[in-house]
């Protein structure tokens, strides 16, 4: 695991958006199609917004949510219509895999469902995870039965402590299912999950972001106000 601290939330996210293209473009140099996951998030927007679109091939990039809030479709509290609005359509980034919104006549768990069938069974090649100030990746919260389940690739979350109530989270195990892991973490109010975190003990029902590791790298973005405990 590695840890690195940048001055501010400002050199943080251009250090997140130069180094998620220069893995893509690494990728792409190899001959394969990247298979990235992306999260929401304050910083991860503030990221997406200083992504060069001409550092890499967006078109040629396999786009996956870890998480995403159970609103209709272009609804401005999605993750995947942030992202898109951040960078993707800038980018012209095509191969996006996205959860169905709750006006497609699906229920939650039929979403979740319908999502889980379009990951790839080889490992993801980047997974980016923001942290919440309870310790929570994707939707995977505190306490929460979801943080355990090993049956489904991805599951409906009902109450969620932070709004909107009804979300899609990718499991833990498919999270795990990746090359490298990247959490991205700014603020002060971040940095008890963020301690926590990377605490030698506790355990994920506390801070669900514990129960992520990549295969080959696990790295902590951080600004010095998330790093401060
Ligand atoms: O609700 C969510 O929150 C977390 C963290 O968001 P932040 O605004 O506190 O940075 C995010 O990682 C997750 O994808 C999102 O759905």
Known sequence: MTVEVHSDAG???ADIAARLTARVAEIQAEGRTPKVVLTGGTIAIAAYELIDADGADWSDVELWFGDERFVPEGHEDRNDQQARDAF???????RVHSVA???????????ADQYAATLPSEPFDVVLL??????????????FDQLHETARA?????DSPKPPSVRVSMTLPTLNHT??????VAGDGKADAVARALADDGTVDE??????????ETLWLLDEA????
């Open 11 to 13: 050199s943080l996210a």
């Open 88 to 94: 993707l359509d800038r980018v012209g980034a095509t």
């Open 101 to 111: 919104g709750n006006d497609c006549s699906l229920s939650a768990a039929q979403a």
């Open 130 to 143: 923001g942290v919440g100030p309870d310790g929570h990746v994707a939707s995977l919260f505190p306490g």
């Open 154 to 158: 991805c599951v409906e979350v009902f």
């Open 179 to 184: 090359e490298a892991a990247w959490f991205i």
């Open 207 to 216: 801070t669900p972001a514990r129960g992520v590791t990549g295969r080959r």
């Open 226 to 229: 998330a790093a401060s405990r």
